[in-house]
């Protein structure tokens, strides 16, 4: 793991170059019409309002990976609102992702937005950088948001994409895409390893 950090800091020394979406002025009220949004300041969810959270729940649940037992409650306890449990589990990913890649960036937020199809999220992402594409979820800096769709999100996808948003926040310079999306592979593939 040093040897990833100090590779990505000499990356940044040499200067890199960050792509942003032509078109990053959305505004919350724009982002979330006709959705529901549930958040605890940290990670926020938004998703129609005719989506299925329980199959959300399993979704984001398919992985192992060790947690504290209040942790665990805080996901599988029936007493908690679904939304509550689906926070928490999306929380636990996101500290596993931050243990993994020993980045603990300060104040970072994160919006999830859920679209019921791949289609309606490629629908998006062409809104966003005018061009066409077929991807599972992307994560978009400036916004702080990640997306993905019910048809493809998991787990393994969320913590692919928290690992783009932390590294993205950790550094005052960004490593190039490549690095980047070469770490967050890593998260990915080693999510339930101690």
């Known amino acids: 793991m040093k040897i990833i950090n100090l590779a990505i800091i000499v990356f940044i020394f040499l200067g890199c170059v960050s792509v942003f979406p032509a078109d990053s002025t959305d505004?919350?009220?724009?982002?979330?019409?006709?959705?529901?949004?549930?958040?605890d300041g940290?990670?926020?969810?938004?998703?129609?309002?005719d989506i299925n959270l329980k199959k959300l729940e399993?979704?984001?649940?398919?992985?192992?990976?060790?947690?504290?037992?209040?942790?665990?409650?805080?996901?599988?306890?029936?007493?908690?609102?679904?939304?509550?449990?689906?926070?928490?589990?999306l929380e636990?990913?996101?500290?596993?992702?931050?243990?993994?890649?020993?980045?603990?960036?300060?104040?970072?937020?994160i919006k999830l937005r859920i679209f019921r199809t791949r289609q309606e999220l490629s629908e998006e992402?062409?809104?966003?950088?005018?061009?066409?594409?077929?991807?599972?979820?992307?994560y978009i800096h400036p916004l702080g948001t990640i997306y993905s769709s019910m048809?493809?999100?998991?787990?393994?996808?969320?913590?692919?994409?928290?690992?783009h948003a932390v590294i993205d926040n950790y550094f005052r310079v960004m490593p190039p895409d490549k690095t980047a999306e070469l770490l967050a592979t890593y998260v990915d593939s080693h999510l339930e390893r101690e």
């Open 27 to 39: 505004t919350e009220q724009e982002e979330t019409a006709g959705c529901l949004s549930h958040g």
């Open 42 to 49: 940290r990670i926020t969810i938004i998703y129609p309002q």
């Open 58 to 89: 399993a979704r984001l649940r398919s992985r192992y990976f060790s947690v504290s037992a209040a942790e665990k409650d805080l996901f599988t306890n029936a007493k908690y609102s679904i939304e509550d449990r689906i926070l928490a589990r």
């Open 92 to 109: 636990a990913i996101l500290l596993r992702v931050e243990q993994m890649l020993a980045m603990y960036p300060d104040h970072m937020e």
């Open 125 to 138: 992402y062409s809104r966003q950088f005018g061009v066409s594409e077929n991807y599972k979820s992307f």
């Open 151 to 163: 048809q493809d999100i998991t787990d393994s996808v969320i913590s692919h994409e928290m690992a």
